[in-house]
């Protein structure tokens, strides 16, 4: 069984920075994805970014040039910095993982609250 643990979310005002981690129980090495969703209220769940089992990356176009995720395989980590933040950034953020092949599990993690307001 597999668990993603997110933390750095907090308050920031307009303009701030913060940095998301999600730690895996597990080796990073068996996911072929993993990413960041968040969903505000009354929202949809909407992917934030990804980064894939060969570092390809994808973001959201709402974030691309102000959100960077990365991971550190050998701490089982994927990181979301998130930079020039915006009170559209609200929401709480969830950290994703998919395991390699067909059958592979999606693991989600409990979510950590983002809130940017002045």
């Known amino acids: 069984q597999v668990q993603l643990v997110e933390s750095g979310g907090g308050l920031v005002q307009p303009g701030g920075s913060l940095r998301l981690s999600c730690a895996a129980s597990?080796?990073?090495?068996?996911?072929?994805?993993m990413g960041w969703y968040r969903q505000a209220p009354g929202k949809q769940r909407e992917l934030v970014a990804a980064?894939?089992?060969?570092?390809?990356?994808n973001y959201a176009d709402s974030v691309k040039g102000r959100f960077t995720i990365s991971r550190d395989s050998a701490k089982n980590t994927v990181y979301l910095q998130m930079n020039s933040l915006k009170p559209e950034d609200t929401a709480v953020y969830y950290c994703?993982?998919?395991?390699?092949?067909?059958?592979?599990?999606?693991?989600w993690g409990q979510g950590t609250q983002v809130t940017v307001s002045s």
């Open positions: 980064i894939t089992s060969g570092d390809s990356t």
């Open positions: 994703h993982a998919k395991e390699v092949g067909v059958l592979g599990v999606h693991y």
């Open positions: 597990g080796s990073i090495f068996n996911f072929y994805v």
